[in-house]
């Protein structure tokens, strides 16, 4: 008979583990959380109510930038200088572009961590974004909750640097650095808005070489864009470095940016309200999710939804139209309170 997939742990065994810094046990259980099979959300939900206590006391950064800007080159980096330089572990949650065909993660960013992936003080963990928020891991939070639990205090959270991505990850973080390229002009132009609000800090990688000057003028005129946008309520000015990951210049100050934004908060009380914050957001999406799921099990929507979705495409009826007709049977379906309760 085939295996249907790796065997679970009891839920002390989970903990155990996890609270003991089993790295291979931290994968597991991750592994157990990210799953979508109803059977092992109870186990999942067990096993976060025990290592809550546990959490909470990680550096949680975000770190995104558009493709080619050097991401995981500089995490290696950075990491490194966590390990070697200040004698700390590091935790790197890097969502990858899931296969469009497979849904299955494509685990590059693993491989450009060359350092980093044979270091036994960090813990490298890939994971597909599942479509979910163009591209953050459906379980990103639970997933940071473990990592703390297991003894990691610096926790860096990469995105695929698309669509919503950035603003879950800055929802879910204490501090949100975006990496730029050198060549101010036209990239200014391009700015989203909405990232440049979101933002604690900017970092101009590849300053090296030939290439340092420039993006030392580009460090200059991003810091002046800045400058036009509102101060921030909770009293930091982001500020704009420059560094370069190939030869580690820099990064050392880059995370000193880090750790002066995380005293600050900490000081003003302003890191407590971000994490009251952070988890009624995290509530509400679990509240959101958990809708959705139960209208997708619905029976009668179950059936009824392949068909609405052809009279959608072929132009027969609305999507207004379609939808109504899903919510109304949702909330007729005779057996729905007794499935949903199960469900829950």
Not at 49 to 75: C, E, M
Not at 97 to 111: A, M, N, R, V
Request: hydrophobic residues 40%; proline residues 4%.
């Amino acid at each position: 008979m085939r295996s249907r997939g790796p065997r679970r742990l009891p839920v002390e065994k989970y903990v155990d583990g996890v609270l003991g810094g089993d790295r291979m046990v931290l994968a597991r259980a991750i592994t157990l959380i990210e799953s979508q099979l109803p059977s092992d959300g109870d186990l999942a939900a067990r096993l976060l109510d025990f290592l809550l206590p546990h959490t909470g006391t990680g550096l949680r950064v975000g770190i995104t930038g558009v493709p080619g800007v050097g991401k995981s080159t500089f995490i290696d980096a950075l990491g490194m200088h966590l390990i070697a330089d200040r004698g700390e572990n590091v935790a790197v949650l890097s969502v990858d572009p899931s296969s469009p065909i497979s849904g299955g993660s494509i685990l590059g960013d693993k491989t450009r961590m060359e350092r980093l992936a044979v270091e036994e003080r960090a813990f490298i963990r890939p994971s597909p974004s599942q479509g979910h928020l163009g591209g953050v891991a459906r379980r990103t939070r639970e997933t940071i909750l473990l990592c703390e639990a297991a003894g990691y205090r610096n926790i860096l959270v990469e995105t695929v640097g698309v669509g919503q991505s950035e603003t879950a990850v800055r929802s879910m973080t204490d501090f949100f650095l975006l990496l730029m390229l050198a060549g101010a002009g036209d990239e200014l132009q391009g700015m989203k808005r909405g990232i440049i609000e979101m933002l604690d800090g900017m970092a101009i990688n590849k300053a090296d070489g030939d290439n340092k000057p420039k993006a030392e003028r580009a460090r200059v005129e991003y810091a002046g864009a800045l400058h036009l946008f509102p101060a921030s309520a909770d009293g930091w000015t982001p500020r704009v470095l420059t560094c370069s990951a190939r030869t580690a210049e820099g990064i050392a100050d880059i995370w000193q940016m880090v750790l002066d934004h995380r005293a600050l908060l900490q000081g003003n009380g302003c890191l407590a309200r971000l994490r009251n914050l952070q988890v009624l957001q995290w509530m509400n999406e679990l509240m959101m999710l958990g809708l959705e799921e139960l209208f997708r099990r619905n029976q009668a929507v179950a059936a009824r939804l392949p068909l609405l979705r052809d009279e959608v495409h072929f132009g027969r009826t609305t999507p207004f139209a379609a939808s109504r007709e899903l919510l109304a049977l949702f909330r007729r379906q005779p057996d729905g309170e007794e499935s949903q309760r199960e469900t829950l």
